[in-house]
């Protein structure tokens, strides 16, 4: 599905003004993108309700003083910030890191998501690595996301250092589809 016809969102580069709402956002979608996952507790939430905003001003600052290696988009309605995505292009890397795609429930299934990927996939062509992304492998909506964007899954990844290890699936999406438009 399209954009809902008359809805304009703005996709653009985020601010540091960009950190109060994106961590909002992050903190009410993590309940939906982290289905089962032990580290997501009461404690966590109260920590990203009290550091949340400053983590992102960090993550921020890092995509305006090295656009070559990090990347944070907002999508904006009006005056709102409905979506976000970030990645990571680090030196020596033999990928490109996506860390995220986080859209408003209430934009769901309107183009936001596709959107917010077309400007990352633009970012990271100029890099020519395939792209990764660690995804908790019962987040089937974060799934079947990557999966319509051309993502397979290459690896099974189980996290050993929680106390209730959590599954991730290694997606990778090969250097060759970054050279298609779109």
Excluded at 77 to 95: K, S
Excluded at 125 to 135: G, K, N, Q, T, Y
């Amino acid at each position: 599905m399209e954009l809902t016809p008359g809805l304009s969102v703005t996709i653009r580069e985020s601010t540091l003004v960009d950190a109060p709402e994106v961590n909002a956002l992050y903190i009410d979608r993590k309940f939906d993108s982290e289905p089962g996952y032990s580290n997501f507790t009461k404690e966590r939430i109260e920590w990203l309700c009290e550091n949340g905003e400053s983590r992102f001003c960090n993550l921020i600052e890092a995509s305006q003083q090295y656009p070559e290696c990090f990347f944070f988009w907002v999508a904006m309605y009006r005056d709102e910030i409905v979506g976000f995505t970030r990645a990571e292009a680090l030196p020596g890397d033999f990928y490109v890191w996506w860390r995220g795609l986080t859209v408003s429930r209430d934009f769901e299934g309107q183009g936001v998501g596709r959107r917010l990927e077309a400007a990352r996939r633009g970012w990271a062509r100029s890099s020519d690595r395939p792209i990764r992304s660690l995804v908790i492998a019962d987040n089937k909506r974060s799934m079947d996301f990557l999966q319509k964007q051309g993502f397979v899954r290459v690896d099974v990844f189980q996290n050993p250092t929680l106390e209730n290890p959590i599954c991730f699936s290694v997606m990778e999406l090969g250097r060759s589809a970054l050279r298609q438009p779109g």
